[in-house]
């Protein structure tokens, strides 16, 4: 009981610097094309020499090459550090902050997923702040303003490109260690559709689902206002209209577009409103099992979500009644639940995983709830048990 009223204590700490602190949002380019108005923002801001932060993956399919060309056409110097990989290390930051120097580099741009802008955002603060990654991991502990960050998000889900938060690991004990700090929100993104559109249906799909389990759990978060709730009501409306189409159709530019835009703004919501057990429980199977991040938030959601009625449920009715998912009858905390469910079956999403051991399940806990009890404003407190049986739900 005193430990809970502690936890309380904390997330309701957050709430008031989530109030009282200035939260940045970064200048927005966004449409087809909107990568080279980003570029030509940035030279006409004087900035001469970018590091081109990336992976492998984009430099193969030649979208690294593009946004390298759209850059040169400004009168910009690219160096291409591609070294990124999911769930970035403090190597790789260490790597990419060797490659900024040696180069000479005066700003970033992070080309991809989450695990590249988070990689940038990590390398731009390195780049003020000479001190070890462990010791900027948690909060407001970026004490120097990072070198100048520009992002262009390659998938749609994150939401890195205008939250405060960058998540890389501890090679040693493979822990995710997060930064949370308002210093690292980018100075400008562009949200450009076209890159989007070789994106595979899977990553399409999980990503998506990332970014509705941030609009979903910024919602009924303790820590919500009434601005998060408009941007994760914009961004959950969007979900379920145009991710069952991005899956069907990956070429549809229009619906990229609106999804790249869903996932803004859920990560505008969760960015101020903070998460909850879904994604304590995301972390921890992705850490043990290296399931994706957007997977293992789809797999926890709904059972997170029903174990958080009663306390959830004005807030998932209000939902139900402002997405009018209810029909006739009158609205109900269920028939979001069933929306849900309804979502996955339209985009072929497994609601359970076959990776996760019993034998672990103890372990798991011990950690998702260390995890969530110190960070995120739950809305009902979970105990041991409770959780280990959450994970049996979870596994097939
Ligand atoms: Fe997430």
């Not at 991809?112 to 390398?123: E, L, N, R, T």
């Not at 390195?126 to 462990?134: E, M």
């Not at 997405?323 to 009158?330: D, F, R, Y």
């Amino acid at each position: 009981m005193l430990k809970r009223l502690l936890y309380r204590g904390y997330t309701n700490g957050l709430k008031i610097a989530a109030y009282m602190l200035p939260f940045p949002k970064p200048t927005l380019f966004s449409g087809p094309g909107s990568i080279n108005d980003l570029c030509e923002a940035i030279a006409g801001l004087g900035f001469k020499r970018l590091l081109l932060v990336t992976d492998e993956g984009l430099v193969r399919i030649g979208i690294a090459e593009q946004v390298k060309e759209n850059a040169q056409a400004f009168g910009l110097d690219v160096c291409v550090f591609s070294e990124v990989k999911p769930d970035p290390t403090y190597d790789q930051v260490e790597n990419g902050l060797a490659a900024y120097l040696d180069w000479e580099c005066d700003a970033i741009l992070a080309l991809g997923g989450g695990s590249a802008m988070d990689c940038g955002k990590v390398i731009a603060a390195k780049v003020t702040n000479k001190r070890a990654i462990k010791k900027l991991a948690g909060l407001f502990r970026v004490w120097r303003t990072p070198a100048p960050l520009f992002v262009i998000p390659t998938t749609s889900g994150t939401g890195s490109e205008v939250t405060i938060v960058a998540v890389v690991s501890d090679p040693d004990t493979h822990l995710k260690t997060p930064l949370i700090d308002p210093k690292l929100v980018p100075l400008m993104a562009a949200l450009d559709a076209k890159l989007l559109i070789g994106l595979p249906a899977k990553i399409t799909a999980d990503t998506g689902i990332d970014a509705l389990t941030h609009a979903v759990e910024a919602y009924v978060s303790r820590n919500a206002t009434q601005e998060t709730r408009a941007y994760s009501l914009a961004a959950i409306k969007l979900i379920f209209q145009y991710l069952p189409q991005v899956v069907e159709q990956g070429s549809d530019v229009e619906a990229r577009h609106k999804m790249l835009m869903a996932s803004y703004y859920a990560g505008l919501a969760f960015t101020k409103a903070s998460l909850g057990y879904v994604h304590a429980f995301a972390h921890n199977l992705g850490a043990k099992y290296g399931l994706p991040h957007g997977m293992a938030n789809g797999i926890a959601l709904l059972p997170v979500l029903r174990f958080s009625l009663p306390e959830i449920e004005p807030q998932l009715k209000a939902l139900s009644e402002a997405l009018s998912v209810h029909g006739e009858s009158e609205p109900s905390a269920q028939d979001l639940l069933n929306r849900i469910e309804a979502l996955y079956q339209a985009i072929g999403f497994e609601k359970t995983s076959d990776v996760i051991q019993s034998a672990d399940t103890e372990e798991l806990a011990t950690l998702i709830l260390k995890e969530a009890h110190w960070n995120y404003p739950v809305p009902k407190f979970m105990d041991g048990l409770e959780c280990t049986q959450l994970l049996a739900e979870m596994r097939s």
